[in-house]
């Protein structure tokens, strides 16, 4: 007989179903091959799958935690963390901050008592950069500028003209993989801040297998500083512009960002494999 798991479907910085980005949440005894893991998410088919389990206690994690995209396992997740942190609340796994152990050290993630999670991550270096030849004509829009995020994260962020030109974008996917090593996020300051958020963003990763992705917590270690620099507050908000929609709270601390959402879980089920 094969093997089950217990397996969530959880929506990530929202409040709603149905909206922000949805992760598969795993939590196991201990990981198996890399290849079950990387065909489960390639059976969940989200932007990513999370597995996750249990640590010995007296060290410096709690759980050790992989992401997996349906074609690659990734450095840095920011919504599928945020969506195991949920699921180790909302089932009693855990209580009070987990720290897990992940490719990008250790991430401790805190419950409160809003309903909110806050995810402590390394913020991401940004580097100024040439503006690529052919990201207009990828994008289907002028950057105003472009910064390197260097390995941690290895996007290309683009500032464009305003939040009407990143909700418009209709970019060709396959011309977008030559470049960066990881994706595009594409950005611009928000129309009117009275409608809740400072910011907008999309975030495309074709290479990854993800054409358009729909709120990207990593990101947001990128979009967290560049967006304190000019508006001239460590705390802000932003909204990920997708089908879906997202919203992700941050606050630069030193070298680190704290990223804040709500998750809700919409499927549990059994896994057999």
């Known amino acids: 007989m094969p093997t089950s ?42 932007a990513e799958t999370a597995f996750a389990h249990r640590l010995p206690a007296g ?39 987990v720290r897990f152990a992940t490719r990008s050290g250790v991430l401790t993630a ?12 390394p913020t991401a270096p940004l580097t100024a950069a040439d503006v690529p030849d052919g990201i207009a004509e990828a994008l289907g829009a002028e950057p105003l500028s472009a910064y390197d995020t260097g390995r941690q994260v290895g996007d290309l962020l683009v500032e464009l003209a305003d939040e009407k030109t ?26 009117d801040p009275a409608d809740g958020y400072d910011f907008v963003s999309r975030c495309f990763f074709p290479r ?13 270690t990128v979009l967290a500083p560049f967006w304190s620099e ?23 601390h030193g070298d680190r960002t704290v990223l804040r959402g709500r998750a809700v879980t919409v499927i549990e089920g059994e896994l057999f494999a």
Do not use: Y
């Open 166 to 191: 990143v909700r418009s974008l209709t970019p060709d996917h396959k011309a977008l993989v030559r470049h960066s090593e990881r994706g595009i996020i594409a950005t611009a300051r928000a129309e």
């Open 110 to 121: 805190t419950a409160h008592d809003d309903g909110s999670l806050a995810l402590d991550f």
């Open 59 to 97: 060290g410096d994690a709690d759980w050790a935690l992989r992401w997996f995209t349906p074609t690659a396992e990734v450095d840095l997740c920011g919504h599928a963390t945020l969506a195991t942190a949920h699921v180790l609340h909302s089932t009693g796994a855990a209580s009070g901050p």
């Open 5 to 46: 798991h217990r397996i969530r479907i959880v929506d990530a910085f929202t409040n709603r179903p149905f909206a922000g980005n949805p992760a598969g949440v795993l939590l196991l005894d201990a990981f198996p091959d890399d290849t079950w893991l990387q065909h489960v998410a390639r059976e969940v088919n989200h």
């Open 208 to 220: 990854l297998g993800i054409d358009e992705d729909p709120v990207t917590g990593s990101a947001h």
């Open 230 to 252: 000019r508006l001239g507050r460590t705390e802000l908000t932003g909204m990920q512009a997708s089908a879906r929609t997202g919203l992700v709270r941050t606050r630069l």
